[in-house]
């Protein structure tokens, strides 16, 4: 029983990371938000999880899928 609670629990996570990283890296970019919605999203969220200004980059499975560049906040 807890085999197949643990795999649920990998398949869940491994389910919601690759639905969740693109989601993250678009609200980074300003992709999602726009005027003050984006500059809100960057004070609040960004600063609560440590995010700085400056490049980032999106990859997966080891290929670089987009880069763009965080504004000051």
């Given at each position: 029983?807890?085999?197949k609670t643990e795999c649920?629990?990998?398949q869940l996570q491994e389910l919601s990371n690759d639905i969740s990283i693109p989601m993250i890296f678009k609200n980074l970019c300003g992709k999602n938000?726009?005027?003050n919605d984006y500059q809100n999203y960057l004070?609040?969220?960004c600063q609560d999880i440590g995010?700085?200004?400056g490049a980032i980059e999106y990859y997966a499975d080891n290929v670089l899928i987009e880069k763009a560049t965080i504004p000051v906040f």
């Open positions: 029983m807890q085999y649920a629990k990998e938000f726009s005027g004070r609040t969220v995010v700085t200004t």
